[in-house]
């Protein structure tokens, strides 16, 4: 039991025996059950509390378990962030769109987009969590958790745990926000979209990056793939909805300035690092592919929709023989 009680207690978020706020003083503590308390609380109810005192208070969920294979799952951030990655379309739907609605506050405020994680946790992430949430619901669980350690840390300006991928969510869906129209974003496929390249990049990674992109182009692994195919979608919406230089550039460096300067420094300025000589090459053909296919052929842009996945795997998959045939002319 001491150990149990040294180990595996997870500070949470409210207490359910007394009622009482926390503090740093009197940090939350969460059983795998869900149900939450002060670890103080917690530990007087299993050290000497009347009855079953080796099981939940609330709802008398043994507390040990020698049976694995019996136990709920495990209240911590990587359990939490698998369940929220395995929730229904419509869930994950819920969630997002309360952050899109919270999300032009916030560029009102700073017009630059460069929000801190204390405003995007205050004013995007826990309000929306708490909106997607219901008491036995997983968004709950989240909201606890994240809300619970946050404060018990003094609130610093700096991710931890499950905060980590939903704050690099918001910030791609900040950055998003300025890229593509509206009534797309809030489709419920793009949510899905919009999730699964967040997801890619696992639950410790603060920031996507141009390496994640780069991965993905080359074809041989796909585990970023829906980074890219997200990415993909917001070049085909910027040639859809901006401007097109008249005349088009003829020569080979002015082609090259004009999508390094479209793709990287603007559509790509949610990515960290940089993108290689190899990966811009790259982009200039996968630009003026769609570039042909949306403005000469007058044929839709990538907005989503099944079977689209294949046709931007073809376009990053042409990309190096287009490369090597227009060298050899």
Request: net charge positive; aromatic share 8%.
């Amino acid at each position: 039991m001491e150990d149990f009680i040294n180990t595996h207690l997870t500070p949470t978020e409210e207490c359910i025996i007394c009622k009482e706020g926390f503090s740093a003083r009197h940090p939350p503590v969460g059983l795998r059950c869900g149900h939450i308390f002060h670890q103080k609380c917690l530990v007087r109810w299993l050290r000497n509390g009347r009855g079953n005192t080796s099981s939940c208070p609330t709802c008398r969920t043994p507390v040990i378990q020698n049976d694995r294979s019996t136990q709920p799952p495990a209240f911590n951030a990587t359990s939490l962030w698998e369940a929220l990655c395995n929730q229904p379309s419509r869930r994950l739907e819920m969630f997002m769109l309360a952050i899109w609605e919270r999300l032009p506050a916030l560029w009102s405020t700073k017009p630059a987009g460069n929000f801190t994680v204390v405003e995007l946790l205050d004013d995007a992430i826990i309000p929306s969590l708490v909106e997607a949430s219901s008491r036995h619901h997983t968004f709950h669980d989240a909201y606890s958790l994240i809300a619970g350690s946050w404060n018990s840390l003094g609130r610093p300006d700096s991710a931890q745990g499950l905060a980590v991928p939903l704050v690099r969510l918001a910030r791609i869906m900040s950055h998003i926000s300025s890229v593509m129209p509206k009534w797309l974003v809030r489709l419920e496929r793009m949510q899905h979209i919009f999730w699964k390249a967040n997801e890619c990049l696992g639950m410790t990674t603060e920031e996507a990056r141009w390496d994640c992109i780069e991965e993905a182009a080359n074809m041989t692994n796909l585990r970023y793939f829906p980074l890219l195919y997200l990415y993909t979608i917001f070049i085909s919406q910027n040639i859809a909805h901006s401007q097109q230089p008249k005349p088009w550039p003829q020569r080979r460096h002015e082609v090259m300035n004009f999508v390094v300067e479209r793709c990287c420094r603007k559509i790509g300025a949610f990515l960290a690092g940089r993108a290689s000589n190899e990966l811009k090459e790259k982009l200039v053909i996968v630009y003026q592919e769609l570039r042909d296919h949306q403005l000469t052929k007058g044929r839709v842009s990538l907005r989503g929709h099944d079977n689209e996945e294949d046709v931007v795997k073809g376009l990053w998959q042409t990309a190096p023989w287009r490369i090597t045939n227009d060298a050899a002319r």
